[in-house]
């Protein structure tokens, strides 16, 4: 078994910072690409970020300039630093990572459980 426990979101006014962290536990034996998406009511879940094994990110250009993602590899943990946040930024935060699991022989995808981030006044 995988789990991925998300933390950091919460409420903050327009322009102000939040950082969103993502650990991984259980049975890994490697951990291949990891990010953050979002889902705002009513719409899809997209994209926002992601950064490879190597540390090569990705990001949507929505939030090119804004969002920082790292990774410690050691703690198996991927971050989100948010900046300038607006109110089209609240959403539910999902962290993903791409995972081979001991003793199996193809990655899987595993989410987060969500953290909600609201930008208001």
């Known amino acids: 078994q995988v789990q991925l426990v998300e933390s950091g979101g919460g409420l903050v006014q327009p322009g102000g910072s939040l950082r969103l962290s993502c650990a991984a536990s259980?049975?890994?034996?490697?951990?291949?690409?990891m990010g953050w998406y979002r889902q705002a009511p009513g719409k899809e879940r997209d994209l926002v970020a992601t950064i490879t094994s190597g540390g090569s990110p990705n990001y949507a250009d929505s939030v090119k300039g804004r969002f920082t993602v790292s990774r410690d590899n050691a703690k198996n943990t991927v971050y989100l630093q948010m900046n300038s946040l607006k109110p089209e930024d609240t959403a539910v935060y999902y962290c993903?990572?791409?995972?081979?699991?001991?003793?199996?022989?193809?990655?899987?995808?595993?989410w987060g459980q969500g953290t909600q981030v609201t930008v208001s006044s």
């Open positions: 259980g049975s890994i034996f490697t951990i291949n690409n």
């Open positions: 993903n990572a791409v995972v081979l699991p001991r003793y199996y022989m193809a990655y899987r995808d595993y």
